[in-house]
């Protein structure tokens, strides 16, 4: 694939993993793909590593943001079979409380598919909001 659309491959799975789509996520990932998530996986249950499969039932999944996620980009950076992605996120819980976040991701491409995936982001800011009631 081109850097063009390896480019738009990243921001389709962005979007796709923001509305829960699991269809969409899964069709644009590779096989044996990877997705990595800062983070300690005993303090924060999101983070580490996980397989193509645990991903994608996740993504399959129903959203737990009304509507799902709302997604703001920033820069993005390719170059060879990577792409970086800065964004934002913004979801509403049902209970009304908003979550928002800053990412950053790197992507690599293998065969014309998304074969790892690197998410980093707030992890504090994201286990507090969680951890409230």
């Given at each position: 694939?081109?850097?063009?659309?390896?480019?738009?491959?990243?921001?389709?799975?962005?979007?796709?993993?923001?509305?829960?789509?699991?269809?969409?996520?899964?069709?644009?990932?590779?096989?044996?793909?990877?997705?990595?998530?800062?983070?300690?996986?005993?303090?924060?249950?999101?983070?580490?590593?996980?397989?193509?499969?645990?991903?994608?039932?996740?993504?399959?999944?129903?959203?737990?943001?009304?509507?799902?996620?709302?997604?703001?980009f920033g820069d993005?950076?390719?170059?060879?079979?990577?792409?970086?992605?800065?964004c934002q996120t913004?979801?509403?819980?049902?209970?009304?409380?908003?979550?928002?976040?800053?990412?950053?991701y790197l992507f690599?491409?293998?065969?014309?598919?998304?074969?790892?995936?690197?998410?980093?982001?707030?992890?504090?800011?994201?286990?507090?909001?969680?951890?409230?009631?």
């Amino acid at each position: 694939m081109s850097v063009e659309a390896n480019k738009r491959a990243a921001i389709a799975l962005l979007e796709a993993s923001g509305k829960h789509d699991g269809a969409a996520f899964a069709a644009l990932m590779h096989p044996e793909a990877t997705y990595w998530t800062l983070g300690k996986p005993h303090l924060f249950d999101y983070c580490g590593e996980k397989t193509r499969d645990e991903i994608c039932a996740y993504m399959a999944t129903p959203s737990i943001f009304v509507g799902g996620v709302e997604t703001t980009f920033g820069d993005i950076t390719a170059e060879g079979d990577r792409v970086a992605v800065e964004c934002q996120t913004r979801g509403v819980l049902p209970d009304g409380r908003v979550y928002t976040n800053m990412y950053h991701y790197l992507f690599t491409f293998r065969d014309g598919k998304v074969f790892r995936i690197k998410e980093y982001l707030d992890t504090q800011s994201a286990a507090e909001f969680f951890s409230r009631k």
